[in-house]
């Protein structure tokens, strides 16, 4: 796909780089933010406070990791969302890509490269929302998978 990239080429990709990112960062600060908030007036965050823990401490122990699980849903949903492709960017840039080949699949009425380009990005989509389900037992102990026979 790309030829092996020296610091010059590099300087190609800042700006798609930015285009696909700026939207997404923004989102996910916005969450973190809410989550983190939410968290922050608690009882269990009053009462580290009232032991006289240091402020790191409770934001990162007891705060950040109670908060987490918005946090980890819109980063996972962030993530398929780039390696789906954004059509927009791969297009304007013409760099090659999923939404690249999807626009010219459309183009020439290809429609079964348009329907495997669809079904691998629900693929991504549905192994992203496993992952994130999976790492929500990691982050939480009150969440836990029963087995049933």
Known sequence: MFPAMGAGELRHLVLPALATSTGGVAYIGRITRGALLEVSGQDFVKT??????????????????????????????????????????????????????????????DYPVVQGCILFTAIIYSVTNLIVDILYVYLDPRIRYEKRM
Request: glycine share 8%; charged share 15%.
């Open 48 to 109: 580290a406070r009232a032991k006289g823990l240091k402020r790191t401490r409770i934001l990162f122990v007891h705060i950040l990791r109670n908060a987490l699980l918005p946090i980890i849903t819109v980063l996972g949903m962030s993530f398929s969302w780039a390696l789906s492709g954004s059509f927009i960017v791969e297009t304007i840039f013409s760099y090659p890509g999923l939404g690249f080949l999807i626009t010219q699949s459309v183009s020439n009425r």
